[in-house]
């Protein structure tokens, strides 16, 4: 089996200008108006107590994005705060004041009109994009990349957007939505992932992420754990490890966690920027076949990137035995503890993280995690069984797929 490759950040450090982006005040904002949205309520913190005293840690956590507003996944968080703000800013609002019935409401429909929001995704992002659109009146198209599942796109097409599968990858079709949105009034990019030119949007997806990092501190505070003394978050473009990392560095400034950011290892354009250690960009091309298909991005956000070389620990491209793995311990968890239906990119950071604290061939891994006994781990499960089928091959057949 491939291993798993890791990099300490060695990366020079930047001015930090992006910080401040994922601010308590900002994250705030994301997280009252998430509070206004009909059916809102926080996602369980899975207290995985006896899996962490068989890997020899004081506490493990694993946040559950599985039961977000009944789409499986914490992307909708991001697109929907970014949707709200933009209407906001074209009606001369404030974020603060305008909460979703507002946004649902004919005065609000009168004002604004109707725009059409472009977006490309693999499957989650862009589900989470057509149900905000549905639910405010808006419309929404969707780029999805070669190898995405009929099932995910049904559940796009069920939300009344226009969607289809397309022959490039992920990065092609972000290319695809941004040229087809030029093309429309009142058309709109609404990606998580910035480039020059391309930033405002993609920092309030940020933030929309940034309301389940809250949640999740205001969770270990309630099961009496001050602060995490690890997180591991998983990457694609990394706007959601951005969007933790930040919260993390400003919510914990004199004590942050220590943070190991995880990639698939076919699409680990984070990971490489970390082994050339110059803090420059670099990109993966071509086709990157993984079954984590919501972290085959193969271009770093770059407003996120600058967050992550200055403040995560290690960067860690994972193949897809470990995802397969981690998914089926989560399945069937150790007798006591919860069982978390985790999907292919949501359990990958259990996976490694189960490896650094087992197998002996990551113990330098683990002394530079500073992983022990002590440690107090946070993990974020980022979709449950997004596509039954897969997940049910995966965990029920023991198909590792690629590897």
Known sequence: MKPIQWAKNTMPKTEDANLPIMSMEEVAKARAFHKTIPGYQPTPLAHLTHMAGHLGLKDLCVKDESY????????????SFAMARYIAGQTGRDISSLDFATLTSEELR?????????????????????????RLRQKAVVFMPKGSTQNRLNHILAENATATIEEVNYDECVRMA??????????????DTAWKGYE???????QGYGS?????????????????????????????AGGVQGFFANRYPECPPVVCVVEADTAACLYKGAVAGDGGEYNVEGDMPTIMAGLACGEPNTTSWDI???HVSVFAAAPDWVSAKAMRMLAAPIKGDPQVTSGESGAVTFGVLCEIMTNPDYRE????????????VLLFSTEGDTDPERYQEIVWEGKDYLD
Do not use: C, Y
């Open 200 to 206: 405002e949007i993609p920092s309030w997806i940020m």
């Open 212 to 240: 389940m990092a809250m949640e999740a501190d205001e969770q270990l505070h309630a099961l009496g754990i001050s602060r995490p003394t690890h997180v591991f978050v998983q990457a694609g473009v990394g706007s959601l």
């Open 308 to 310: 992550l070389k200055n």
């Open 178 to 191: 941004a040229a087809a949105a030029a093309k429309v009034k009142n058309g709109v990019v609404v990606q």
């Open 110 to 134: 009168e004002e604004f009109g109707q725009a059409t929001f472009f977006t490309a995704t693999d499957g989650n992002h862009g589900r989470g994009v057509a149900w905000a659109a549905n």
């Open 365 to 376: 891994l683990k002394d530079v995690l500073k992983l022990d006994e002590n440690s107090q």
């Open 68 to 79: 977000r507003f009944g789409l499986n996944a914490f992307k909708v968080l991001g697109g």
